[in-house]
């Protein structure tokens, strides 16, 4: 009997937790030919999710929990899903019931078909606001512009991988991930599905703007050097426009005698100037943050207690 894993990352999730956990034993018995598990990854909750996901494992021994030992964000509660996933397929699913746990029994039948990442896309985002989804869309074609890697804009980690797409993910072991990409960049036979999101089943979402930002930033650094490009250009151009207008000036002085006017024309220069290096340094910076992070070969999570298929309840570190 093949065997496939659900990898669940959550973060405060109390209220939708086991409205997840009932659609998803649905599926399994639907897909009965199968043997599921539900690996849920607690990254850091502290409302009673945890105490919800040991009650249903209480009862049922498919239920298997990854305790993180502090909230680390869904791209490293991922990884730690990955790692501890013991199936020929891996499902990752959101937790908060906006993609249909159903999509999984055609992601399966694609699998079969020797696909080893079924992706599913969303074709409408219900309960977004317009700005989140104008400034996405702007993102991911500025991003795939920039970058060689292929990134799909609206495909989320919502897919199933092959075994062979698993270990691939699980030896990179970048500290600032940006998963999306890892995705395309890993290779592998891709097909998509389609689905219609859904609201919130309940909570709230988790990202707030700055965790938005960050992750947008990773994006950018972790696949395409252009930003560094751009600003040698904009030097480039810059330095090149300054010179023409030192030998104006110069000219001007030798003909027309010296002219001590021009306080205006000072101040935009100085300010302009200083503004563009402010930001290529910020630029440069952005690297450099990650090339120092990368470097200190941290671990990239700690595990609290890691509940195993057969209850033995073993806390080891990772
Ligand atoms: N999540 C997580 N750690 C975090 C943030 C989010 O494990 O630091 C989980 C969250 O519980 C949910 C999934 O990642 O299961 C997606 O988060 P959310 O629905 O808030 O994101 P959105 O759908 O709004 O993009
Ligand atoms: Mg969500």
Redesign the pocket.
Known sequence: MKRITVI??????ES?LEKLYERLILLADDCSTYRFDFLF?????NDQSLAIVLGLRKKDDRVTLLELSR????EI??LAGFDHAKGDAVVV????L?QPPELIKEMIIWWEKGYEDVYAVRKERKG?HFFKKWTSACYYKILQKASKTNIYPNA??FRLLDRKAVEALKMIREYERYTKGLYGWIGFKKKELYYD?DE?AG?????RFS?LFNLAMNGVTSYTTLPLKITTVIGGIVSFAAFIYMLIVLVQTLLLGADVSGYPSLMIGILFLGGLQLISLGIIGEYLGRVFNETKKRPLYFIDTYYDTQSSETAKLS
Not at 41 to 45: A, E, I, P, R, T
Not at 71 to 74: C, D, H, I, S, T
Not at 93 to 96: A, E
Not at 203 to 207: A, L, P, Q, S, Y
């Open positions: 669940i990352p959550f973060l405060n999730e939708v990854v607690n990254d850091g909750s909230n680390y964000g869904k509660a991922m699913i959101d937790s908060d906006q977004e989320g980690d999101a919130r909570g709230t979402t988790k990202w965790s």
